[in-house]
């Protein structure tokens, strides 16, 4: 006799899988939706630490009196441009590659879902 009343403990708690090894789906959503929350505030926050990083750069090149002093200082300035923008994505789309990787294969006739 199995239910409520049959004096037996129910250890599930109530929880949809009573496995130990096996993961909740609804916390590795869960920590899906937290990894992505993080960061897309990540990547805003070092873009516009990377853009304040560019203009602050740009006013002091702008600054500088002698030409070729100048123009060295604006080919730096570009190199840090492409390094800091560059990482930036790339970080973006390898957390992002990260986050929704899927473990098994998918067969190649099957609906995406």
């Given at each position: 006799m199995?239910?409520?009343a049959?004096?037996?403990?129910?250890?599930?708690?109530?929880?949809?899988?009573?496995?130990?090894?096996?993961p909740n789906p609804s916390i590795l959503a869960?920590?899906?939706?937290?990894a992505s929350i993080i960061t897309v505030t990540l990547i805003i926050a070092m873009t516009l630490a990377a853009m304040f990083t560019l203009v602050s750069a740009t006013v002091y090149v702008t600054a500088?009196?002698?030409?070729?002093q100048r123009a060295a200082a604006v080919g730096a300035e570009i190199v840090?441009?492409?390094?800091l923008l560059l990482g930036t994505?790339?970080?973006?789309?390898h957390l992002?590659?990260?986050?929704?990787h899927h473990d098994e294969p998918i067969d190649p006739g099957?609906?995406?879902?």
């Amino acid at each position: 006799m199995t239910g409520p009343a049959s004096g037996s403990l129910d250890l599930t708690l109530g929880l949809r899988y009573s496995s130990i090894g096996v993961p909740n789906p609804s916390i590795l959503a869960m920590k899906k939706i937290l990894a992505s929350i993080i960061t897309v505030t990540l990547i805003i926050a070092m873009t516009l630490a990377a853009m304040f990083t560019l203009v602050s750069a740009t006013v002091y090149v702008t600054a500088i009196p002698s030409p070729a002093q100048r123009a060295a200082a604006v080919g730096a300035e570009i190199v840090l441009g492409v390094v800091l923008l560059l990482g930036t994505t790339w970080l973006a789309t390898h957390l992002a590659v990260r986050i929704f990787h899927h473990d098994e294969p998918i067969d190649p006739g099957a609906p995406l879902v």
